[in-house]
Protein backbone atom coordinates (compact mmCIF):
# COMPACT_ATOMS: atom_id res chain seq x y z
CA UNK A 1 0.00 0.00 0.00
CA UNK A 2 1.62 3.58 -1.12
CA UNK A 3 1.69 6.33 1.40
CA UNK A 4 -0.55 9.50 0.22
CA UNK A 5 1.54 12.27 -1.58
CA UNK A 6 2.83 14.99 0.63
CA UNK A 7 0.24 17.52 -0.23
CA UNK A 8 3.17 20.05 0.72
CA UNK A 9 5.35 18.89 -1.62
CA UNK A 10 1.92 18.90 -4.38
CA UNK A 11 1.41 22.47 -3.53
CA UNK A 12 4.83 23.61 -3.92
CA UNK A 13 5.35 21.62 -7.44
CA UNK A 14 2.03 23.48 -8.46
CA UNK A 15 3.36 26.48 -7.55
CA UNK A 16 6.81 26.25 -8.97
CA UNK A 17 5.10 25.18 -12.63
CA UNK A 18 2.74 28.38 -12.26
CA UNK A 19 5.90 30.37 -11.55
CA UNK A 20 7.58 28.83 -14.51
CA UNK A 21 4.81 29.50 -16.56
CA UNK A 22 4.34 33.31 -16.12
CA UNK A 23 8.28 33.48 -16.48
CA UNK A 24 8.26 31.63 -20.57
CA UNK A 25 4.98 33.66 -20.83
CA UNK A 26 7.34 36.96 -20.13
CA UNK A 27 5.42 38.05 -17.09
CA UNK A 28 8.51 38.56 -15.20
CA UNK A 29 7.50 40.43 -12.47
CA UNK A 30 4.49 37.92 -11.26
CA UNK A 31 6.45 35.06 -12.00
CA UNK A 32 9.10 36.44 -9.32
CA UNK A 33 6.53 36.87 -6.87
CA UNK A 34 5.62 32.99 -6.84
CA UNK A 35 9.17 31.73 -6.89
CA UNK A 36 9.41 34.03 -3.95
CA UNK A 37 7.04 31.87 -2.49
CA UNK A 38 8.58 29.03 -3.55
CA UNK A 39 11.72 30.10 -1.71
CA UNK A 40 9.83 31.27 1.46
CA UNK A 41 8.78 27.19 1.33
CA UNK A 42 12.15 25.39 -0.09
CA UNK A 43 15.09 27.93 0.40
CA UNK A 44 17.05 25.51 -1.59
CA UNK A 45 14.85 25.40 -4.51
CA UNK A 46 16.80 24.96 -7.81
CA UNK A 47 13.97 26.45 -10.19
CA UNK A 48 13.74 29.52 -7.94
CA UNK A 49 17.46 30.05 -7.62
CA UNK A 50 17.78 30.09 -11.16
CA UNK A 51 15.47 32.41 -12.15
CA UNK A 52 16.47 35.01 -9.30
CA UNK A 53 20.09 34.49 -10.39
CA UNK A 54 19.50 34.67 -14.19
CA UNK A 55 17.28 38.14 -13.47
CA UNK A 56 20.75 39.38 -11.09
CA UNK A 57 22.63 38.68 -14.07
CA UNK A 58 20.88 40.50 -16.72
CA UNK A 59 21.10 43.84 -14.91
CA UNK A 60 24.57 43.00 -14.08
CA UNK A 61 24.82 42.34 -10.47
CA UNK A 62 27.21 39.25 -10.98
CA UNK A 63 28.09 38.86 -7.70
CA UNK A 64 24.29 37.98 -6.60
CA UNK A 65 24.48 36.01 -9.59
CA UNK A 66 27.08 34.21 -8.61
CA UNK A 67 25.53 33.92 -4.96
CA UNK A 68 22.09 32.67 -6.38
CA UNK A 69 23.14 29.85 -9.53
CA UNK A 70 25.82 28.62 -7.04
CA UNK A 71 23.35 27.42 -4.84
CA UNK A 72 20.98 26.40 -7.89
CA UNK A 73 23.85 23.94 -9.46
CA UNK A 74 24.12 22.35 -6.52
CA UNK A 75 20.47 21.97 -6.01
CA UNK A 76 17.88 18.70 -6.66
CA UNK A 77 16.61 17.77 -8.87
CA UNK A 78 19.84 19.22 -11.30
CA UNK A 79 19.00 21.66 -13.72
CA UNK A 80 20.94 22.33 -17.10
CA UNK A 81 19.51 25.68 -17.10
CA UNK A 82 20.77 26.68 -14.34
CA UNK A 83 24.67 25.04 -15.13
CA UNK A 84 23.84 27.15 -18.57
CA UNK A 85 23.79 30.34 -16.64
CA UNK A 86 26.28 30.12 -14.26
CA UNK A 87 28.22 29.24 -17.41
CA UNK A 88 27.26 32.97 -17.82
CA UNK A 89 28.72 34.36 -14.36
CA UNK A 90 32.08 32.21 -15.06
CA UNK A 91 32.62 34.34 -18.14
CA UNK A 92 31.96 37.35 -16.54
CA UNK A 93 34.02 36.78 -13.84
CA UNK A 94 37.05 35.64 -16.78
CA UNK A 95 36.55 32.07 -15.87
CA UNK A 96 36.53 30.55 -19.44
CA UNK A 97 37.87 26.89 -18.37
CA UNK A 98 35.19 27.00 -15.97
CA UNK A 99 32.24 28.10 -18.05
CA UNK A 100 33.36 25.58 -21.07
CA UNK A 101 33.16 22.80 -17.25
CA UNK A 102 29.48 24.35 -16.76
CA UNK A 103 28.32 23.98 -20.47
CA UNK A 104 28.96 20.41 -20.57
CA UNK A 105 27.41 19.44 -17.67
CA UNK A 106 24.48 21.46 -18.22
CA UNK A 107 24.68 19.43 -21.69
CA UNK A 108 25.03 15.72 -19.86
CA UNK A 109 21.46 16.84 -18.44
CA UNK A 110 20.00 17.78 -21.45
CA UNK A 111 22.23 16.61 -25.09
CA UNK A 112 19.94 18.27 -27.29
CA UNK A 113 20.61 22.03 -25.83
CA UNK A 114 22.13 23.51 -29.03
CA UNK A 115 22.65 26.86 -27.59
CA UNK A 116 24.84 25.68 -25.48
CA UNK A 117 26.77 24.01 -28.32
CA UNK A 118 26.46 28.17 -29.47
CA UNK A 119 27.88 29.32 -26.10
CA UNK A 120 30.97 27.04 -26.50
CA UNK A 121 31.64 27.87 -29.73
CA UNK A 122 31.45 31.74 -28.64
CA UNK A 123 33.81 31.27 -26.08
CA UNK A 124 36.05 28.96 -28.15
CA UNK A 125 36.16 31.56 -29.98
CA UNK A 126 37.80 34.27 -27.70
CA UNK A 127 40.29 31.67 -26.90
CA UNK A 128 41.12 31.66 -30.36
CA UNK A 129 40.56 27.24 -30.28
CA UNK A 130 38.91 28.14 -34.11
CA UNK A 131 38.84 23.93 -34.59
CA UNK A 132 37.18 23.41 -31.19
CA UNK A 133 34.71 26.28 -31.98
CA UNK A 134 34.04 24.62 -35.18
CA UNK A 135 33.15 21.10 -33.79
CA UNK A 136 30.79 23.28 -31.24
CA UNK A 137 29.18 25.05 -34.17
CA UNK A 138 29.12 21.93 -36.22
CA UNK A 139 26.85 20.22 -32.86
CA UNK A 140 24.77 23.24 -32.98
CA UNK A 141 23.67 23.13 -36.50
CA UNK A 142 23.34 19.55 -35.96
CA UNK A 143 21.01 19.75 -33.04
CA UNK A 144 18.76 23.35 -33.47
CA UNK A 145 15.36 22.46 -35.02
CA UNK A 146 14.49 23.47 -38.96
CA UNK A 147 12.35 26.34 -37.27
CA UNK A 148 14.84 28.01 -35.12
CA UNK A 149 17.40 27.15 -38.39
CA UNK A 150 15.19 29.90 -40.06
CA UNK A 151 14.54 32.36 -37.50
CA UNK A 152 15.77 36.06 -38.88
CA UNK A 153 17.63 37.17 -35.95
CA UNK A 154 19.43 34.35 -35.23
CA UNK A 155 20.40 34.29 -39.37
CA UNK A 156 23.88 35.66 -38.36
CA UNK A 157 24.75 33.37 -35.77
CA UNK A 158 23.83 30.39 -38.07
CA UNK A 159 25.78 31.81 -40.75
CA UNK A 160 28.50 32.53 -38.67
CA UNK A 161 28.56 28.63 -37.71
CA UNK A 162 28.25 27.35 -41.54
CA UNK A 163 31.62 29.43 -42.18
CA UNK A 164 33.16 28.49 -39.44
CA UNK A 165 32.73 24.66 -39.63
CA UNK A 166 33.42 24.74 -43.76
CA UNK A 167 36.20 26.38 -43.38
CA UNK A 168 37.35 24.00 -40.82
CA UNK A 169 36.43 20.84 -43.08
CA UNK A 170 38.32 22.49 -45.77
CA UNK A 171 41.42 22.39 -43.60
CA UNK A 172 40.82 19.06 -42.10
CA UNK A 173 40.55 18.04 -45.75
CA UNK A 174 43.51 19.50 -47.08
CA UNK A 175 45.48 18.24 -44.11
CA UNK A 176 44.28 14.82 -44.50
CA UNK A 177 45.07 14.81 -48.28
CA UNK A 178 48.59 15.57 -47.02
CA UNK A 179 48.76 12.91 -45.12
CA UNK A 180 46.94 10.12 -47.35
CA UNK A 181 48.83 10.95 -50.72
CA UNK A 182 51.66 8.38 -49.60
CA UNK A 183 49.12 5.76 -49.31
CA UNK A 184 47.41 6.92 -52.38
CA UNK A 185 50.62 6.89 -54.94
CA UNK A 186 50.47 3.70 -57.11
CA UNK A 187 46.87 2.75 -56.40
CA UNK A 188 44.06 2.52 -59.45
CA UNK A 189 41.06 5.03 -58.99
CA UNK A 190 38.95 1.54 -58.23
CA UNK A 191 40.62 0.93 -55.39
CA UNK A 192 40.23 4.19 -54.23
CA UNK A 193 36.91 5.15 -55.04
CA UNK A 194 34.83 4.24 -52.37
CA UNK A 195 37.57 5.61 -49.63
CA UNK A 196 37.63 8.58 -51.79
CA UNK A 197 34.21 9.22 -51.55
CA UNK A 198 33.73 8.34 -48.04
CA UNK A 199 35.87 11.30 -47.09
CA UNK A 200 34.63 13.67 -49.19
CA UNK A 201 30.99 13.14 -48.01
CA UNK A 202 32.75 13.32 -44.50
CA UNK A 203 34.26 16.66 -45.17
CA UNK A 204 31.07 18.18 -46.60
CA UNK A 205 32.71 18.36 -49.69
CA UNK A 206 30.06 16.22 -51.58
CA UNK A 207 26.59 15.32 -50.54
CA UNK A 208 24.93 11.76 -49.60
CA UNK A 209 23.34 9.65 -52.00
CA UNK A 210 21.54 6.84 -50.89
CA UNK A 211 19.70 4.22 -53.02
CA UNK A 212 15.71 5.53 -52.45
CA UNK A 213 13.51 2.92 -54.33
CA UNK A 214 10.55 4.58 -55.36
CA UNK A 215 8.12 1.83 -55.10
CA UNK A 216 10.08 -1.96 -53.97
CA UNK A 217 13.27 -1.94 -51.19
CA UNK A 218 15.57 -4.77 -51.17
CA UNK A 219 16.59 -4.17 -47.54
CA UNK A 220 20.48 -4.92 -46.79
CA UNK A 221 22.03 -4.05 -50.46
CA UNK A 222 24.69 -1.74 -50.56
CA UNK A 223 24.23 1.93 -52.37
CA UNK A 224 26.56 1.75 -54.81
CA UNK A 225 26.06 4.04 -57.53
CA UNK A 226 28.52 2.09 -61.01
CA UNK A 227 29.25 -1.31 -60.92
CA UNK A 228 32.41 -2.58 -62.87
CA UNK A 229 31.80 -3.96 -66.03
CA UNK A 230 35.04 -6.37 -65.07
CA UNK A 231 33.02 -8.13 -62.40
CA UNK A 232 30.07 -9.59 -64.92
CA UNK A 233 31.21 -12.68 -66.28
CA UNK A 234 28.42 -12.08 -69.45
CA UNK A 235 29.87 -8.10 -69.98
CA UNK A 236 32.51 -8.92 -72.97
CA UNK A 237 29.98 -11.23 -74.93
CA UNK A 238 27.66 -8.51 -74.82
CA UNK A 239 30.18 -5.67 -75.63
CA UNK A 240 31.21 -7.72 -78.79
CA UNK A 241 28.33 -7.57 -80.33
CA UNK A 242 27.99 -3.67 -80.58
CA UNK A 243 28.98 -3.70 -83.84
CA UNK A 244 25.86 -5.77 -85.06
CA UNK A 245 23.51 -3.88 -82.52
CA UNK A 246 24.62 -0.65 -84.01
CA UNK A 247 24.30 -1.72 -87.56
CA UNK A 248 20.35 -2.81 -86.53
CA UNK A 249 19.86 0.85 -84.60
CA UNK A 250 21.01 2.57 -87.90
CA UNK A 251 18.74 0.55 -89.88
CA UNK A 252 15.91 1.44 -87.10
CA UNK A 253 16.75 4.93 -87.24
CA UNK A 254 16.56 5.18 -91.16
CA UNK A 255 13.44 2.68 -91.91
CA UNK A 256 11.76 3.07 -88.64
CA UNK A 257 11.64 6.14 -86.58
CA UNK A 258 8.08 6.28 -86.40
CA UNK A 259 8.53 2.91 -83.77
CA UNK A 260 10.31 5.49 -81.46
CA UNK A 261 8.13 7.22 -78.89
CA UNK A 262 8.55 9.30 -75.86
CA UNK A 263 9.80 7.57 -72.96
CA UNK A 264 7.87 9.87 -70.49
CA UNK A 265 4.04 9.33 -70.60
CA UNK A 266 2.06 10.12 -67.67
CA UNK A 267 -0.88 9.05 -67.09
CA UNK A 268 -3.73 12.06 -66.92
CA UNK A 269 -4.19 11.63 -63.05
CA UNK A 270 -0.91 11.00 -62.80
CA UNK A 271 1.48 14.06 -61.09
CA UNK A 272 3.96 15.38 -64.34
CA UNK A 273 6.31 17.16 -61.86
CA UNK A 274 9.90 17.63 -62.54
CA UNK A 275 8.97 15.75 -66.05
CA UNK A 276 6.95 17.83 -67.40
CA UNK A 277 8.87 19.69 -70.26
CA UNK A 278 9.43 15.55 -71.45
CA UNK A 279 6.16 14.91 -70.83
CA UNK A 280 4.73 12.90 -74.55
CA UNK A 281 8.29 15.34 -75.82
CA UNK A 282 10.10 12.97 -78.45
CA UNK A 283 13.48 14.91 -77.47
CA UNK A 284 13.55 11.70 -75.26
CA UNK A 285 12.08 8.67 -76.85
CA UNK A 286 12.48 4.95 -76.65
CA UNK A 287 12.51 2.06 -79.49
CA UNK A 288 11.42 -0.96 -77.20
CA UNK A 289 11.84 -4.43 -77.88
CA UNK A 290 10.85 -5.32 -74.26
CA UNK A 291 8.16 -3.11 -72.96
CA UNK A 292 6.55 -4.45 -69.53
CA UNK A 293 8.14 -7.90 -70.07
CA UNK A 294 5.72 -7.93 -73.68
CA UNK A 295 7.84 -8.49 -76.43
CA UNK A 296 7.23 -6.08 -79.07
CA UNK A 297 7.63 -8.61 -82.52
CA UNK A 298 8.05 -6.02 -85.61
CA UNK A 299 10.51 -4.33 -83.50
CA UNK A 300 12.05 -7.71 -82.39
CA UNK A 301 12.14 -8.49 -86.32
CA UNK A 302 14.30 -5.69 -86.92
CA UNK A 303 16.72 -6.00 -84.66
CA UNK A 304 17.56 -10.09 -84.19
CA UNK A 305 21.55 -9.46 -83.15
CA UNK A 306 20.75 -7.16 -79.83
CA UNK A 307 18.03 -9.66 -79.36
CA UNK A 308 20.19 -12.45 -79.41
CA UNK A 309 22.66 -10.59 -76.91
CA UNK A 310 19.75 -9.77 -74.71
CA UNK A 311 19.62 -13.76 -74.09
CA UNK A 312 23.10 -13.81 -72.23
CA UNK A 313 22.13 -11.73 -69.82
CA UNK A 314 20.66 -12.48 -66.26
CA UNK A 315 16.83 -10.04 -67.32
CA UNK A 316 14.34 -9.34 -65.24
CA UNK A 317 11.49 -11.23 -65.46
CA UNK A 318 8.25 -10.08 -64.22
CA UNK A 319 4.83 -10.88 -65.74
CA UNK A 320 3.79 -7.43 -67.10
CA UNK A 321 6.47 -5.99 -65.94
CA UNK A 322 10.08 -7.46 -67.04
CA UNK A 323 12.03 -7.56 -69.01
CA UNK A 324 12.30 -4.00 -70.32
CA UNK A 325 14.97 -3.31 -73.26
CA UNK A 326 14.94 -0.31 -75.78
CA UNK A 327 17.07 1.91 -77.57
CA UNK A 328 17.33 5.15 -75.80
CA UNK A 329 17.46 8.23 -77.67
CA UNK A 330 18.45 11.58 -76.50
CA UNK A 331 18.05 14.63 -79.16
CA UNK A 332 20.75 17.94 -78.94
CA UNK A 333 20.20 20.06 -75.92
CA UNK A 334 17.99 17.78 -74.08
CA UNK A 335 18.26 17.17 -70.64
CA UNK A 336 16.75 14.46 -68.00
CA UNK A 337 16.10 16.07 -64.67
CA UNK A 338 17.27 14.19 -61.47
CA UNK A 339 15.32 11.03 -60.47
CA UNK A 340 15.03 7.63 -58.51
CA UNK A 341 14.21 4.40 -60.11
CA UNK A 342 11.27 1.92 -58.52
CA UNK A 343 13.46 -0.58 -57.44
CA UNK A 344 16.88 -1.91 -55.98
CA UNK A 345 16.37 -5.07 -57.12
CA UNK A 346 17.97 -4.78 -60.66
CA UNK A 347 20.72 -2.69 -62.04
CA UNK A 348 20.41 -0.42 -65.22
CA UNK A 349 22.76 -0.97 -68.07
CA UNK A 350 23.83 1.10 -70.98
CA UNK A 351 25.26 -0.29 -73.85
CA UNK A 352 25.95 3.04 -75.73
CA UNK A 353 26.02 3.24 -79.28
CA UNK A 354 26.01 6.59 -80.73
CA UNK A 355 27.60 8.97 -78.35
CA UNK A 356 28.79 12.70 -79.30
CA UNK A 357 30.70 14.96 -77.71
CA UNK A 358 29.04 16.89 -74.18
CA UNK A 359 27.20 14.13 -73.27
CA UNK A 360 27.37 12.33 -69.49
CA UNK A 361 25.16 10.74 -66.78
CA UNK A 362 25.75 11.23 -63.03
CA UNK A 363 24.43 8.86 -60.38
CA UNK A 364 24.73 10.32 -57.24
CA UNK A 365 28.46 12.23 -56.99
CA UNK A 366 29.81 10.05 -59.99
CA UNK A 367 29.86 11.17 -62.88
CA UNK A 368 30.65 9.55 -66.18
CA UNK A 369 30.64 9.57 -69.95
CA UNK A 370 29.47 6.90 -72.33
CA UNK A 371 31.83 5.14 -74.49
CA UNK A 372 30.80 3.11 -77.47
CA UNK A 373 30.91 -0.56 -76.76
CA UNK A 374 31.48 -0.32 -73.11
CA UNK A 375 28.47 -1.25 -70.92
CA UNK A 376 27.91 1.32 -67.58
CA UNK A 377 25.97 -0.65 -64.94
CA UNK A 378 24.55 1.42 -62.19
CA UNK A 379 21.66 1.40 -59.58
CA UNK A 380 18.82 4.03 -60.81
CA UNK A 381 17.76 4.04 -57.22
CA UNK A 382 19.89 6.03 -56.43
CA UNK A 383 19.49 9.94 -57.90
CA UNK A 384 20.44 10.11 -61.05
CA UNK A 385 21.04 12.54 -64.44
CA UNK A 386 21.54 12.82 -67.81
CA UNK A 387 21.98 15.34 -70.43
CA UNK A 388 22.78 15.55 -74.37
CA UNK A 389 24.26 19.08 -74.93
CA UNK A 390 25.44 18.42 -78.17
CA UNK A 391 23.94 19.38 -81.63
CA UNK A 392 23.71 15.37 -82.35
CA UNK A 393 21.48 12.44 -81.35
CA UNK A 394 22.78 10.35 -78.79
CA UNK A 395 21.74 6.71 -77.97
CA UNK A 396 22.27 3.58 -76.04
CA UNK A 397 20.89 0.65 -75.41
CA UNK A 398 19.05 0.04 -72.07
CA UNK A 399 18.17 -3.01 -70.24
CA UNK A 400 17.57 -4.63 -66.89
CA UNK A 401 19.60 -7.10 -65.33
CA UNK A 402 19.27 -8.57 -61.50
CA UNK A 403 21.27 -7.00 -58.95
CA UNK A 404 24.07 -9.36 -58.43
CA UNK A 405 23.41 -9.52 -55.22
CA UNK A 406 20.32 -11.29 -55.12
CA UNK A 407 20.41 -15.47 -54.23
CA UNK A 408 18.51 -16.69 -56.73
CA UNK A 409 15.94 -17.36 -54.14
CA UNK A 410 15.46 -14.13 -53.62
CA UNK A 411 15.03 -13.36 -57.06
CA UNK A 412 11.84 -16.04 -57.48
CA UNK A 413 10.87 -14.60 -54.35
CA UNK A 414 10.93 -11.02 -55.40
CA UNK A 415 9.68 -12.06 -59.19
CA UNK A 416 6.45 -13.76 -56.80
CA UNK A 417 5.85 -11.02 -54.49
CA UNK A 418 6.00 -8.45 -57.72
CA UNK A 419 3.32 -10.63 -59.77
CA UNK A 420 1.46 -11.07 -56.53
CA UNK A 421 1.12 -7.66 -56.13
CA UNK A 422 -0.42 -6.61 -59.31
CA UNK A 423 -2.78 -9.99 -58.54
CA UNK A 424 -4.01 -8.14 -55.76
CA UNK A 425 -4.22 -4.73 -57.21
CA UNK A 426 -4.51 -5.74 -60.73
CA UNK A 427 -3.28 -3.54 -63.80
CA UNK A 428 -3.00 -0.36 -61.53
CA UNK A 429 -0.79 -1.95 -58.94
CA UNK A 430 2.09 0.66 -57.42
CA UNK A 431 5.06 -0.66 -58.91
CA UNK A 432 5.70 1.94 -61.82
CA UNK A 433 8.50 1.33 -64.47
CA UNK A 434 10.58 -1.82 -63.47
Request: charged share 20%.
Amino acid sequence: MSLPADPNEARLAALAAEADRLARHGQANAAARLWDQVLAKAPGHPGALNFHGAAALARGDVAEARRLLSQAVRGQPPMAIAHANFARVLQAEGDMPGALAELDRALRLEPGAYAAHLEKARIYGQLGRERDQALAYESALHLAPPQVLQLPELAPVFERAQAAVQRNKRELGAFLDARLDPLRSGLGSRSLARFEESLDVSLGRKPVYLSRPAMFRITGLPSIAFFEREDFAWAPAAEACTAAIRAELEQVLAGDQAGFVPYVQTRPDEPVGQFAPLDRNPDWSAYFLWHHGRRIEDHIARCPATMAMLEGVPQVEVAQRAPAAFFSALKPRTRIPPHNGATNCRLTVHLPLVIPPDCGIRVGNHVRTWTPGELLLFDDTIEHAAWNDSDHLRVVLIFDVWHPMLTATERQLVKESLEGIMAFYGQDAPLGEL
